[in-house]
């Protein structure tokens, strides 16, 4: 691919993800992100802060640099996915030339740029979009030492392994597939062995780093929160495989559309009639389906972004299948058809998200309590009213979109405090009276169906505002 195509793809690319970045609310597990990486950034001694949650850090010390930089917290924090989703484009232009050829590298750029998939978590603050760029760079410098083995390019591996298993878990495939393509090219080069151990050590390396924070053990105890057991697995091995599969499917359907994979499954069936896959074919598809079987059968819950770093292989498969028709004069348009539904979607999703469709699984990311539409705007009334009297502000829950949605705007604003207190509260909580009596303004930011005060308790309330939300909910702001 030319210079000249490169630097509009990355135009293009940098113009759709960040042109309204934040028009979508925040999300649950965005505010808690991004308010730990606040704390980092407040209190350097609180590195390690994510791991009481059994989380990896390497994303939210990122993020407390972002924050250094961008005014706006959500910005700082989705700029992150933004920066890993250009560099993962970047690594799939030189991937698929290297190893293919270079009508392929455009043609799997331009999948990426016009994926809702992609898109999609380009633009949230989740560590999983900075697992899929280290995954795809495993995959690119795996290979590249297996068939150039050299201690550089080894020790390059060693550090991109160590990041990813510092920023989550499932990066322990990324050691495992990675081990698979030394040894499948060099296995009978036993003198070769230690560049592949090297970086196997390395990762360990990184990973018990965190072993300087006393609360190490919760990531394992938190693991088990998200994954079955080998011995549950044995007990029920088709469940959760086979509904996981049917999430995939429907996943697959809202985030790549139908004529996108009615396309590929055509294209490479023709590829296989007229080719013989390489090698490096059936590598790139083991590090698609291989941790996509082990995650729906391990994984307790479902939901796309846990399964997103196994997306870049499945792009070049795609765009291998799709490219078999490129021999074709009208390639160009019938791509540009193939991809209308999608960019439909992502335009919709940039400038009306509130209406958007996406995949049942995903739907707290604009519905239901996880979402997070009105906080920025109850934030702006109360960093208002703190310029003129001390506010007490009583969120639903204890973290997660309420408070943490509502600190990340307020965080360093004086005279404003925020208190979580808890799910479903049936009275207003006696230390909110006790800050109204002592002379606070006092209020309460609950979502409507998590409210259930007595009427007795909702006549001492005013309403201030409302913010509907796209399911009917509402976020209520009352005052005491």
Same mark, same amino acid.
């Given at each position: 691919m030319t210079k000249p195509k490169i630097l509009l793809l990355v135009t293009a690319y940098l113009l759709s993800r960040i042109v309204n970045l934040t028009s979508m609310p925040v999300f649950g597990d965005e505010a808690i992100y991004v308010r730990w990486a606040q704390l980092?950034?407040?209190v350097p001694s609180l590195r390690f802060v994510p791991l009481s949650d059994g989380k990896q850090p390497l994303f939210m010390w990122l993020n407390s640099l972002t924050l250094r930089i961008f005014t706006d917290p959500l910005f700082a924090g989705r700029i992150i996915s933004v920066i890993a989703g250009l560099a993962t484009i970047i690594l799939l232009i030189f991937i698929s030339k290297h190893f293919f050829n270079r009508q392929l590298? +455009?043609?799997? /750029?331009?999948?990426y740029l016009c994926l809702p998939f992609t898109f999609f978590f380009d633009r949230m603050a989740l560590a999983d979009n900075l697992l899929s760029f280290f995954g795809l760079a495993s995959l690119l410098i795996s290979l590249l030492l297996a068939q150039h083995p050299r201690p550089l390019l080894s020790l390059l591996l060693g550090l991109t392994l160590g990041l990813a298993w510092i920023t989550k878990s499932p990066a322990v495939f990324f050691i495992v597939l990675s081990a698979t393509n030394f040894f499948l090219f060099n296995f009978k080069n036993y003198r070769q062995i230690h560049l592949i151990i090297l970086p196997v050590i390395f990762a360990f390396f990184f990973y018990n780093l965190l072993r300087l924070s006393p609360e190490f053990h919760l990531l394992a105890s938190r693991n088990l929160d998200y994954i079955w057991s080998l011995k549950d697995i044995l007990s029920h091995p088709l469940d959760p495989l086979i509904p996981h599969l049917g999430a995939v499917v429907t996943v697959y359907y809202h985030y790549l559309s139908l004529s996108l994979i009615i396309s590929a499954i +055509?294209? +490479?069936f023709l590829y296989f009639k007229n080719n013989r896959p390489s090698r490096y074919f059936w590598l790139i598809l083991s590090w698609w389906i291989l941790p996509l079987l082990a995650d729906c059968a391990f994984t307790k819950v479902f939901t796309a972004r846990y399964v997103l770093y196994t997306l870049p292989p499945l792009l070049i498969l795609i /765009? +291998?299948?799709v490219s078999q028709f490129s021999r074709y004069r009208l390639f160009p348009f019938l791509l540009f058809i193939i991809l209308i539904p999608n960019i439909i979607w992502i335009k919709n999703m940039s400038f009306r998200p509130f209406t958007a469709v996406i995949p049942p699984s995903e739907s707290g990311y604009l519905r239901d309590w996880t979402s997070g539409w009105g906080i920025?705007? /109850?934030?702006v009334y109360f960093k208002s009213r703190a310029k003129e009297a001390n506010i007490i502000v009583g969120t639903e829950g204890f973290f997660g979109t309420l408070p943490n949605g509502l600190q990340i705007y307020t965080d360093h604003?004086?005279?404003?405090?925020v208190i979580g207190t808890g799910v479903d509260i049936h009275q207003v909580p006696p230390e909110l009276i006790n800050a109204k009596n002592y002379g606070d303004e006092v209020y309460l930011l609950f979502n409507a169906s998590r409210l259930k005060l007595t009427p007795d308790d909702f006549s001492k309330l005013k309403l201030i505002q409302s913010w509907i939300k796209p399911d009917g909910d509402s976020l209520l702001l009352l005052q005491l």
């Open positions: 980092i950034k407040n590298s +455009l043609i799997t /750029a331009i999948i +055509l294209g +490479l /765009a +291998l299948g920025r705007e /109850a934030s604003v004086n005279q404003l405090t």
